[in-house]
């Protein structure tokens, strides 16, 4: 990907949702709501705090996460839609066990 982001702002790709509920129900496109969930595609260096040191961010390219419902800026980089948000508006990591990577 040819796009850095700066300081403290994280581009993040959407994980799609499931097209079904757990009952069966296929789910239409006019009725989804955007994924909640995302995977960290690249990060910024990071942001300097009051003594001008470089704070390295929490998050790291490859972590999935979950963000607010309107966080972020919505841009299309090399195709792909992306989302460019600050690392405030992540709310966590989602931490994936050894036994579902097995199983993904």
């Known amino acids: 990907m040819g796009f850095r982001p700066l300081h403290d702002r994280v581009v ?5 949702a499931e097209q079904k509920t757990a ?3 296929i789910i239409p496109d006019t009725v989804k709501e955007k994924p909640q969930e995302g995977e960290v595609v690249a990060v910024g260096p990071g942001i300097r705090n009051d003594k001008g040191e470089l704070v390295a961010l929490d998050v790291k390219a490859g972590d999935r996460v979950l963000f607010g419902k309107w966080s972020g800026t919505e841009v299309k980089v090399d195709g792909q839609d992306l989302l460019i948000m600050k690392e405030s508006d992540i709310l966590g990591v989602v931490e994936v066990s050894a036994s579902a990577k097995k199983a993904a």
């Open 23 to 25: 009952g069966g129900i």
């Open 12 to 16: 993040v790709k959407r994980i799609e």
